[in-house]
């Protein structure tokens, strides 16, 4: 049985209802998530036994983000309860050409004021297999990004598999240090990379050539290049996946990725998303598809890229921060029914 833990902040999502702008909005619907949280409630959701790790404020609001994890079947009992508040995000959707927009109110949030010491590692990692986190959590204080790299040193030395999603955030990096300052002594412990098609690029500057996302179209194979340098500069890594977005408009995207596994390049079917339906969470979708892909099918990578896309195209239908899809659903994708055919 694979036990996998997860490490980040979990926020409190205030999305402006439909479409509307925030000038606009008398009232925002409340929702909980954040990156390792959503890849946690995947895998809990692929039946996998998952840990969410965290801070939060021992009030009503952290009781209630908590019960959104539990109501998923995610293990929070390594959840720090201290501090005095939440981390807010403040999402307005998108549509047609007009890009989504997210403003964070996270400043000295009971996850930002975590400090060394304050999580036993050791105890959290009892009978684990996987650890995961992403680029967000070191962005968010100096003490977050201590505390990550405290838990990548005690997952390493317990052996346990670490996977990383890349994931820059221009608006976090606030605290003193800049992102490949503080990412390459953490990322070094990854065995599994993943990014986007540019996080490579504004972390460590690798980027791939003649490569425009905002055309709708990304050719995956040109995303080689970029596993090869990262596979050189983190030789731990056994493999590196980049997904693809390319970007239509806020209603329309493509979808795919790609795996490099120091060999040779695995390109996955790429999906048409149209009418897109919530498209946060969309990576961390990919991500929580990714790993149970890697657990459930360990010796075939291109089942478990597909599983990914498909699971992530799927999340791009539901509203919120959570993949709420069943492995069924994902696996009839996969086999190519995409007719959304009514289940009776």
């Given at each position: 049985?694979?036990?996998?833990?997860?490490?980040?902040?979990i926020?409190?999502?205030?999305?402006?209802?439909?479409?509307?702008?925030?000038?606009?909005a008398?009232?925002?619907?409340?929702?909980?998530?954040?990156?390792?949280?959503?890849?946690?409630?995947?895998?809990?959701?692929?039946?996998?036994?998952?840990?969410?790790?965290?801070?939060?404020?021992?009030?009503?609001?952290?009781?209630?983000?908590?019960?959104?994890?539990?109501?998923?079947?995610?293990?929070?009992?390594?959840?720090?309860?201290?501090?005095?508040?939440?981390?807010?995000?403040?999402?307005?959707?998108?549509?047609?050409?007009?890009?989504?927009?997210?403003?964070?109110?996270?400043?000295?949030?009971?996850f930002?004021?975590?400090?060394?010491?304050?999580?036993?590692?050791?105890?959290?990692?009892?009978?684990?297999?996987?650890?995961?986190?992403?680029?967000?959590?070191?962005?968010?204080?100096?003490?977050?990004?201590?505390?990550?790299?405290?838990?990548c040193?005690?997952?390493?030395?317990?052996?346990?598999?670490?996977?990383?999603?890349?994931?820059?955030?221009?608006?976090?990096?606030?605290?003193?240090?800049?992102?490949?300052?503080v990412?390459?002594?953490?990322?070094?412990?990854?065995?599994?990379?993943?990014?986007?098609?540019?996080?490579?690029?504004?972390?460590?500057?690798?980027?791939?050539?003649?490569?425009?996302?905002?055309?709708?179209?990304?050719?995956?194979?040109?995303?080689?290049?970029?596993?090869?340098?990262?596979?050189?500069?983190f030789?731990?890594?056994?493999?590196?996946?980049?997904?693809?977005?390319?970007?239509?408009?806020?209603?329309?995207?493509?979808?795919?990725?790609?795996?490099?596994?120091?060999?040779?390049?695995?390109?996955?079917?790429?999906?048409q998303?149209?009418?897109?339906?919530?498209?946060?969470?969309?990576?961390?979708?990919?991500?929580?598809?990714?790993?149970?892909?890697?657990?459930?099918?360990?010796?075939?990578?291109?089942k478990a890229?597909?599983?990914?896309?498909a699971?992530?195209?799927?999340?791009?239908?539901?509203?919120?921060?959570?993949?709420?899809?069943?492995?069924?659903?994902?696996?009839?994708?996969?086999k190519?029914?995409?007719?959304?055919?009514?289940s009776?």
């Open positions: 049985m694979s036990r996998v833990v997860t490490f980040g902040e926020m409190l999502r205030l999305a402006t209802p439909g479409y509307l702008r925030f000038s606009q008398t009232e925002f619907e409340a929702t909980y998530g954040g990156g390792e949280a959503n890849v946690a409630v995947s895998l809990a959701n692929y039946g996998i036994d998952a840990s969410f790790v965290s801070g939060l404020p021992n009030n009503d609001i952290g009781d209630a983000a908590i019960a959104s994890l539990k109501a998923r079947n995610v293990d929070t009992s390594f959840i720090n309860r201290s501090g005095d508040r939440i981390g807010i995000y403040f999402l307005e959707s998108g549509a047609v050409s007009r890009g989504s927009k997210v403003i964070y109110d996270r400043a000295n949030s009971s930002a004021k975590l400090k060394k010491g304050t999580i036993d590692w050791e105890k959290a990692f009892k009978g684990a297999t996987w650890f995961h986190w992403t680029g967000i959590t070191p962005a968010v204080s100096e003490g977050a990004a201590d505390v990550c790299k405290e838990a040193e005690v997952a390493s030395k317990m052996g346990i598999t670490i996977s990383t999603d890349l994931n820059y955030r221009n608006k976090l990096w606030k605290w003193g240090k800049s992102a490949s300052e990412m390459e002594s953490l990322v070094n412990h990854c065995d599994i990379i993943l990014g986007n098609e540019e996080d490579a690029d504004m972390v460590f500057g690798i980027k791939p050539e003649g490569v425009d996302v905002t055309s709708g179209h990304v050719e995956g194979a040109a995303y080689e290049s970029v596993g090869k340098q990262l596979m050189k500069k030789p731990k890594a056994k493999k590196v996946i980049i997904t693809l977005r390319g970007s239509i408009s806020a209603s329309h995207n493509s979808w795919s990725g790609v795996l490099w596994d120091g060999k040779k390049l695995i390109e996955a079917p790429t999906y998303i149209t009418h897109i339906v919530d498209r946060v969470g969309g990576g961390d979708s990919f991500m929580g598809g990714l790993i149970y892909g890697l657990i459930k099918y360990p010796t075939d990578d291109q890229l597909n599983f990914a896309v699971a992530s195209c799927l999340k791009h239908t539901i509203k919120g921060d959570f993949n709420l899809v069943t492995v069924d659903e994902v696996e009839k994708l996969m190519g029914d995409a007719s959304g055919r009514v009776r």
